[in-house]
């Protein structure tokens, strides 16, 4: 079956501290991944993607995520959070012809001065 | 870029009323959209793809007459939420393809629907 998992429902981090969030997937084929970041209301904004290529991924925002096809995982991780940071952050694995994502419980950030 | 606006961006009805989501590419075309659904603090949900010109496909579990959608331009995609309860409360988003690039999903705003 094709899942995503993020393991993590809530992190609390230090301004300034690093992060990493987790996402692990289950899927058939070749896998897109994306991750994106959700502000309370809003729509989703796209930090970044990985369809091939170099596993390590740049993307938005000072984030960057590496692919682990062994491991069949794609965290996220930026070096030093700012408060603005403090999001909801969804990861989602899709494929194919088309965009259709199968999405992550998500992770909540708080960020605390 | 690519922007999808969605509209309304918040709607209160009644139980009993019918309510009409759009999604629209405002500067690509779109041959396929995707209607989402989140509850609150959880993920999202696909409810169906909806292609220009067709019949939308439903993901198991939603029920196609109480979630009208309509295709009928490369620029819109239209959900209809019939006859609405207070469990149909969610927050609704959709996002587009590019015709002829699959590389990205382009989301909309989303849109808070209250049933009360």
């Known amino acids: 079956a094709q899942s995503v998992t993020q393991p993590d429902i809530h992190i609390t981090v230090s301004e300034g501290a690093s992060l990493e969030l987790r996402c692990n997937y289950s899927?058939?084929?070749?896998?897109?991944l994306f991750w994106y970041v959700q502000s309370p209301g809003q729509g989703l904004q796209l930090l970044l993607k990985?369809?091939?290529?170099?596993?390590l991924v740049q993307g938005i925002k000072g984030f960057e995520a590496e692919f682990k096809r062994s491991q069949s995982s794609f965290n996220l991780r930026k070096p030093s959070v700012h408060w603005s940071d403090a999001a909801e952050y969804f990861c989602?694995?899709?494929?194919?012809?088309?965009?259709?994502?199968?999405f992550g419980t998500g992770t909540l950030l708080a960020v605390q001065p | 870029g690519a922007v999808v606006s969605q509209h309304p961006s918040r709607v209160i009805c009644k139980s009993g009323t019918s309510v009409k989501i759009e999604c629209r590419s405002l500067?690509?075309?779109?041959?396929?959209m995707f209607w989402y659904r989140q509850f609150p603090k959880q993920s999202l949900m696909l409810m169906a793809t909806?292609?220009?010109?067709?019949?939308?496909?439903?993901e198991q579990g939603v029920e196609k007459d109480k979630f009208l959608i309509n295709h009928a331009s490369l620029t819109l995609s239209t959900l209809t939420v019939t006859s609405a309860h207070p469990e149909d409360s969610s927050f609704y988003i959709c996002?587009?393809?590019?015709?002829?690039?699959?590389?990205?999903?382009?989301f909309g705003q989303g849109t808070r629907l209250t049933v009360v």
């Open positions: 899927y058939g084929a070749t896998p897109y």
């Open positions: 990985y369809f091939s290529g170099d596993t």
């Open positions: 996002s587009a393809d590019k015709t002829g690039m699959n590389t990205e999903a382009f």
């Open positions: 500067d690509f075309q779109a041959t396929t």
């Open positions: 909806s292609n220009e010109g067709s019949k939308a496909t439903y």
């Open positions: 989602a694995v899709g494929g194919g012809a088309t965009n259709k994502l199968i």
